[in-house]
C-alpha cells in the first residue's frame, strides 16, 4: 500500500459535523463518513507498522465517532475529531500511545493517562525516595525539544502520606504522567507527518524503559515480574 498523506478533506468534514451535530445530518452523510473513516484508518495502521520497527506494540485502538452521553452536559452525539491509541505489549512494557486528529487542535500524547492505585503509589513512591533519575531523563535537551513538560492533572496539595514539604512534591502530586506535542493543520496535511510523528513516538521511549522498569520492581530493585 502506498503511503497514506492526510489531506484536508476529513477536517472539512469535521469542522462540518461540528456546524450539524444531529443524527440527521450525519445518517445522510454516513456513507462520506466512511470513506474518510476508512482511510484514516489507515493513516494509523501505517503508522503502527513504524512503531513496531522500534517498539512492542500488541494492537491500535480506533475510538468510535459515537459519544457517550450518559453523564455529559453536551448532549451532541458525535465527536468531532478521529482518534486511535497504540497499546505496548505485555506487563513488562509500560506507557501508550495516542494521535488525535481534529482541525486546529491535533495533538499527539504518551505516557500515563490513568495509573491504577496501586502503580500511582509505586510512581509517586519513587519520586519520593529519589527524582534525580526521572528529572534526567525528561529534562535531557533533545527530548525536551520534541516533547516539551510533563503534563497532566495533579493534586492541589500533597497525597495522603506524603510530605508537601518533599522537593520533589511537584511531581509526587501528580495524578498522570503524560507528555503532548501539539500540530497545526498545515504541519498534519505534510507528506512527513506520519514520520514526524513516528519520531516524536520513537523518542518518549527513556521514559517508557525508566517508568516500565519502576512499575515492574519494588522499592529494592526487585523484579515483580515472574
Known sequence: MDKIVLNDKAFTFLRTLADNNNRDWFNEHK???????SEVKGFYQQ??????????IERLKMFRIYRDVRFSKDKTPFKTHFAGSFSRAGNRLRGGYYLRLKPEETFIAAGFWDPNKE?????????EMDAATFRKVIEEPHFRKIWGSISGEELKTAPKGFDRDHPDIDLIRKK???FVRNFKDDEVFKDDFQEVVNHSFKNIRPYFDLMSDILTTNLNGESLLE
Open 31 to 37: 456513507d462520506k463518513y466512511k470513506l474518510l473513516e
Open 47 to 56: 503508522l503502527m507498522e513504524k512503531m513496531r520497527l522500534h517498539d512492542d
Open 119 to 127: 502503580d500511582l503509589f509505586r510512581i509517586r513512591k519513587e519520586l
Open 176 to 178: 498522570q504522567f503524560i
